[in-house]
């Protein structure tokens, strides 16, 4: 051992470290992180790295959210999702709602720049701040339960909880944020309807690409049960993206530009990081180091709420939490009940957190500050806490 020094120790200067660099390529900074965190634990990090890379599972789900990049970068280029919008015609609270739900399906960079335009021209007259808070929140509203959210795959992986189950798990709390913020962000509103024509044809037809996948990736996992999930994803965006470029008449020499435009070696990168931290994690003593600490389920959810708001990333802290978890309670997949509460806790703390891309560019673009801004996205945020924390505590005493 280079430094000898308790290895819970180790983990939280480590943590300290990654925390503070968060805002960098967190790939990257995993990586570090896990040769690092290796070195103060005396951990085997050639085992390590060859676990990560000798794990299929880890492979497939590294090139999925390779291709979910390039099919946002291809959706975002050719225009389909604007169309799309345009010709829903409906009501502006609706279209305040679904315009930046939409666009957050796409993984693209600086994504919040491409509905913030929308929701200006939808109802010029809001406060600045009250349309950087419409932005952001729904703009992740739906990808709670997106099954190509990326967030949602590695925490079905670390969790060993299967996929739909999860996204079944978390449609309570998913509706449960559009009410608040239709609450706290919307009712005030005046409700008029838009002038657009409607064409739900185009509407349908547009939205092909972003559905494909997640249906041959259910297909796949529900008749198949036996063959890896992630094989399935893949097939099911592989799928996607032949729509993607069919629909959009996008030509096949394009994909390179978009791929270096999309800058898409950051997805796998930070999947791999991420697994390799984990490895080196559970290699050490860390976990049980931290497991004999006995903490509260109450405080993983504050826990998580407060690494979410810390990092403005959602897969680091689950990354962090669940092994610790399991450690602890000695198992081998996580109660779905228990894992619904702790990632809705990660994702509130994420979405407020100045850390949080979104948020800075949606402040940016509608020239506003964040003091301003956060005191409206607070409301629906805390709220959305407290009614988590009550629901907890109420089925704990039902059951």
């Given at each position: 051992m280079i430094f000898m020094i308790p290895a819970w120790l180790s983990f939280l200067i480590v943590l300290t470290l990654i925390l503070i660099?968060?805002?960098?390529?967190?790939?990257?900074v995993l990586i570090l992180g896990s040769i690092l965190l290796g070195l103060l634990t005396n951990v085997d990090l050639i085992k390590s790295s060859l676990n990560v890379f000798f794990e299929l599972s880890t492979i497939l789900l590294a090139l999925s959210v390779t291709l979910i990049a390039l099919l946002g970068g291809i959706?975002?280029?050719?225009?389909?999702?604007?169309?799309?919008?345009?010709?829903?015609?409906?009501?502006?609270?609706?279209?305040?709602?679904?315009?930046?739900?939409?666009?957050?399906?796409?993984?693209?960079?600086?994504?919040?720049?491409?509905s913030a335009p929308i929701v200006d021209q939808i109802d010029p007259n809001l406060s600045p701040y009250k349309k950087v808070s419409i932005n952001v929140w729904y703009r992740h509203v739906l990808l709670l339960i997106y099954p190509l959210s990326s967030a949602i795959l590695v925490a079905s992986s670390l969790s060993r909880l299967a996929l739909y189950s999860i996204i079944i798990s978390l449609i309570i709390p998913f509706?449960?944020?559009?009410?608040?913020?239709?609450?706290?962000?919307?009712?005030?509103?005046?409700s008029r309807n838009t002038n657009l024509e409607r064409n739900l044809k185009v509407v349908l037809y547009n939205i092909l690409?972003?559905?494909?996948?997640?249906?041959?990736?259910?297909?796949?996992?529900?008749?198949?049960?036996?063959?890896?999930?992630?094989?399935?994803?893949?097939?099911?965006?592989?799928?996607?993206?032949?729509?993607a470029l069919q629909i959009s008449h996008t030509p096949y020499s394009?994909?390179?530009?978009?791929?270096?435009?999309?800058?898409?070696?950051?997805f796998p990168l930070l999947i791999i990081a991420m697994f390799l931290f984990l490895d080196v994690f559970i290699s050490s003593s860390i976990p049980e180091d931290l497991?004999?600490?006995?903490?509260?389920?109450?405080?993983?959810?504050?826990?998580?709420?407060?690494?979410?708001?810390?990092?403005?990333?959602v897969q680091l802290p689950i990354s962090i939490l669940i092994p610790i978890y399991l450690t602890q309670n000695l198992l081998f997949v996580m109660p779905l009940?228990?894992?619904?509460?702790?990632?809705?806790?990660?994702?509130?703390?994420?979405?407020?957190?100045?850390?949080?891309?979104?948020?800075?560019?949606?402040?940016?673009?509608f020239k506003t500050d964040f003091k301003k801004s956060f005191k409206i996205l607070s409301i629906p945020t805390f709220m959305s806490l407290g009614v988590l924390y009550a629901a907890y505590f109420i089925i704990m005493l039902i059951i």
């Open positions: 660099l968060s805002k960098k390529e967190l790939g990257v959706m975002e280029e050719s225009g389909l999702i604007l169309e799309l919008i345009k010709k829903l015609r409906v009501s502006n609270k609706l279209s305040l709602m679904l315009s930046p739900a939409i666009f957050g399906l796409l993984p693209v960079a600086g994504g919040a720049l491409m509706f449960g944020m559009i009410v608040i913020g239709y609450i706290t962000l919307l009712r005030s509103i005046t690409p972003i559905i494909v996948a997640p249906v041959v990736d259910f297909l796949g996992r529900l008749f198949f049960p036996l063959i890896l999930p992630e094989f399935f994803l893949l097939i099911g965006l592989c799928t996607s993206i032949g729509v394009s994909i390179f530009k978009i791929v270096k435009k999309m800058k898409v070696w950051r497991g004999s600490l006995n903490l509260s389920f109450e405080l993983f959810i504050l826990i998580g709420f407060f690494l979410g708001f810390a990092t403005g990333r009940f228990n894992f619904t509460f702790m990632y809705v806790a990660i994702f509130l703390g994420y979405l407020i957190t100045p850390l949080h891309p979104c948020l800075a560019y949606s402040i940016n673009y």
